[in-house]
C-alpha cells in the first residue's frame, strides 16, 4: 500500500519538473497562478526544487539512489520541499519587477 502512495508522489514530483521546467524556459505561469504570481522565475525554481524533494524522497525508497540514515533523508528532503514552498511564496508576495526605460528616453513623453 504504501508503494503506490510514494509512486504517486514520485509521478507528482515528476510533472512538477516538467512544469517548472516550462516555466523557467518560457515564463509561462499556469492559469490559476497568474493573478499572485509576480516573478516567474521564482516560482519555477520553487517548483523545482519542491518537486525535486518528492522525487529524491520516492527514488530513495525504491532503493535507486544509495541507502543513507534516516535522518539525512528526512532533513535533506524536507529541507528541498520546504526551500521551495518559501520560494514560491516569495514569488507571490515580492512587489512587480519593473523595466527600467532605455537610457536617453523619458519614461513617459512630456506634454
Not at 27 to 35: K, L, S
Not at 83 to 97: C, K, N, R
Request: charged share 10%; no cysteine.
Amino acid at each position: 500500500m504504501v508503494a503506490w502512495v510514494v509512486g504517486a508522489g514520485l509521478l507528482l514530483g515528476l510533472l512538477g519538473t516538467v512544469l517548472a521546467g516550462v516555466v523557467l524556459r518560457t515564463g509561462w505561469v499556469p492559469p490559476w497562478n497568474r493573478r499572485h504570481v509576480t516573478r516567474p522565475w521564482l516560482f519555477g525554481a520553487g517548483i523545482l526544487m519542491a518537486s525535486l524533494g518528492n522525487v529524491l524522497m520516492g527514488l530513495e525508497y525504491f532503493g535507486v539512489l544509495p541507502e543513507v540514515s534516516w535522518e539525512v533523508r528526512f532533513f535533506v528532503g524536507n529541507g528541498v520541499i520546504w526551500a521551495g514552498v518559501l520560494l514560491i511564496g516569495a514569488s507571490q508576495v515580492l512587489p512587480l519587477l519593473r523595466t527600467a526605460p532605455p537610457h536617453g528616453k523619458p519614461p513617459h513623453p512630456t506634454v
